[in-house]
């Protein structure tokens, strides 16, 4: 049995992957609203944030975990309605951000609900939408994985990228020793240094191991958070400090194709990599509660916000993915439900 505050319809509106492809893939499509079981929550979403991995996911490469929905989507906002006989921590009623394994771009999804997060009342649900993920990747692969610390020389590829700009706010927040992003224009440039960078360096212009190591009178970065892979690899190894950390969050450049890992020995480097989407609801927890212990109350002060770009409804999930796939955004966006 669970408890409910209203009646909920058998049906809904969601966007589907119809094959792997570019943004035209996804298509609007009717579904049986999820019920949530014992330990889970129904969520009535009011916002969903749009991310890489979702992108990766209707090009075909990132299949959803097993078990978790085919429908896109890791993280909503919106009002729980129902909740399953085992659930405590919360009840209907409740305005909560979520990370869900997928199933955000619909009306309605379910969550466990130890990965249900109040909603900070500074945040309206489109700003809450854009937290769970991007806040929580940042923070395990920054701070957990990859040990950032106060006084360390951090390098941020895709600065003006929903992870980049979480990154910078947090590194700076944290105290980094200097803060270098890369960036693909001007005004993502200044997007950047307005959020906390001292460099933004435009990658189409100048070498950033060039850039990095003229800028840190040649130590290179303590640690680097890259999304891109591919030729990089080897590049942020040049960039990298004696004892760095290369922490590999994002692909979208492909494979490495050639390495040479002399540098790696060298320099005693590490090079990590994780993903979030296929972790446990336990281990989501522990990041969850790290989360907020940590940066709610950053978020509270109002030092650091989610930056929502700008939003789509939901029927319009194609133009959202059109808007990433040609790198136009500074910082998130977010699909909300229509009226």
Not at 15 to 26: F, N, Q, R, S, W
Not at 124 to 136: H, K, R
Request: hydrophobic residues 45%; glycine residues 10%; contains cysteine.
């Amino acid at each position: 049995m669970s408890e409910q505050t209203n009646v909920i319809p058998e049906t809904m509106t969601a966007i589907e992957i119809t094959e792997p492809g570019g943004p035209e893939v996804l298509q609007a499509t009717t579904r049986p609203v999820p019920r949530p079981k014992e330990n889970e929550v129904l969520i009535q979403i009011a916002a969903a944030g749009v991310n890489g991995p979702d992108v990766m996911q209707r090009k075909g490469q990132y299949a959803p975990p097993p078990g978790a929905s085919d429908i896109p989507g890791l993280e909503v906002s919106g009002v729980i309605v129902a909740v399953g006989s085992k659930v405590q921590r919360v009840k209907p009623g409740d305005h909560v951000a979520a990370l869900i394994p997928g199933g955000g771009y619909a009306q309605y999804c379910v969550a466990d609900e130890i990965n249900v997060l109040p909603l900070p009342c500074e945040l309206s649900l489109t700003e809450a939408a854009a937290l769970p993920e991007t806040f929580m990747t940042v923070w395990l692969n920054m701070f957990q994985r990859g040990q950032f610390k106060a006084g360390d020389i951090i390098l941020i590829h895709g600065g003006a990228s929903g992870i980049g700009t979480t990154a910078t706010m947090l590194a700076k927040a944290f105290c980094a020793a200097k803060i270098i992003t890369t960036v693909g224009s001007e005004a993502h440039r200044q997007a950047s240094l307005k959020l906390g960078a001292d460099v933004a360096i435009l990658y189409k212009e100048e070498d950033f191991v060039d850039a990095v190591h003229r800028e840190t009178g040649g130590h290179g970065a303590d640690i680097i958070l890259d999304i891109v892979a591919g030729d990089y690899v080897a590049r942020n190894y040049a960039a990298a400090a004696m004892n760095g950390r290369i922490v590999q969050i994002g692909v979208i450049g492909g494979v490495a194709k050639e390495v040479n890992l002399f540098p790696m020995l060298s320099k005693r480097l590490t090079h990590l990599g994780s993903t979030l989407r296929s972790r446990t609801p336990e281990e989501k927890a522990e990041l969850i509660d790290a989360l907020s212990k940590n940066v709610l109350p950053l978020i509270e002060t109002g030092s650091v916000k989610p930056q929502v770009f700008k939003t789509f409804p939901l029927t319009q999930a194609s133009e959202a993915h059109r808007m990433l796939d040609a790198s136009a955004h500074i910082g998130k966006v977010v699909l909300v439900m229509e009226p």
